[in-house]
Structures are given as C-alpha cells and as structure tokens.
C-alpha cells in the first residue's frame, strides 16, 4: 500500500472562534497585536449569520482580509471547551518582545514557555488568555 500523499499547506491562513463580548474581544486583539480591524460580518455570510443569531467580527495582521475572525452567537453558553489555544510564530525577536511589552502593559498574567512540553523547541515562548480564557501562545522560532 502507498503511503498517503502530503498536502503541500504552508500555514493556516485564519482562525475563527466564539467569545462572550465582541467590543472587550476586538480592543483586546488590537491592543495586544495592533490588529486590523478588516470587516464587520461579511458579504458572503452575513444572511446566514443573521439567521443563526451570530455575529462576526475580522481583523488582519495584514496579510490576508482576515486573519482572525471573532463570533458572538447569542444563544451560545460559552464554556471554555470550545477551543483550547492558538498559536502565533512572529516573525523575529523584535515582534515578540513588543507584544510580550504590550502584554505587561494590558496587565496579562504571563505564563512562560510553550503550552505543550511535547512540542518543537523554540527559541522563546509565553502564553497568555483572552478575555474568554482562551490560551494564546507566543512563539519566536530559531533563527533560519
């Protein structure tokens, strides 16, 4: 039998996940990673986000229209299952010291280190949680 063919992905373009409070989201995002804020809802989603009751926020870290996008569905009881963390590799050591900066500045409790001990070395990384108790880890990978 033939081993299975790898799909040639090169990263994961967005993320999309629930949160309690849009407007504590979005200034969370943006303090933090001085996001764009890229749309409200969207052309192609918005009718069926109005009949699910969901509402969709997008920003970009100005690669894509959107890199993250946040939801609020108004019948959802967030319990923190929904999504464990997400992963952010920056591009070098003066990006992850400046949102590590803006971390302390926002007050965040910073946990040190990756979120598993089982995952590739990096050079540096920390953790840090949304207001929705959502794990964001920080990485700087080694130098190419």
């Not at 943006?30 to 764009?36: P, R, S």
């Not at 040190?112 to 070395?121: D, F, N």
């Amino acid at each position: 039998m033939n081993a299975p063919t790898r799909i040639p992905v090169t990263n994961l373009q967005h993320h999309v996940f629930y949160v309690t409070d849009l407007e504590r989201s979005k200034a969370f995002y943006i303090k933090l990673f001085d996001l764009q804020f890229s749309a409200l809802n969207h052309p192609d989603s918005s009718a069926a986000m109005r009949l699910s009751q969901q509402e969709m926020h997008f920003f970009s870290f100005g690669f894509h229209h959107h890199d993250i996008c946040l939801v609020k569905h108004h019948k959802l009881k967030m319990d923190n299952n929904s999504m464990l963390h997400f992963s952010l590799a920056v591009k070098d050591a003066e990006a992850f010291d400046d949102i590590r900066r803006r971390a302390g500045e926002m007050g965040l409790s910073i946990r040190e280190g990756r979120m598993l001990g089982s995952a590739h070395p990096v050079s540096r990384a920390f953790c840090v949680r949304d207001p929705d108790k959502h794990w964001i880890e920080i990485i700087e990978e080694f130098s190419r």
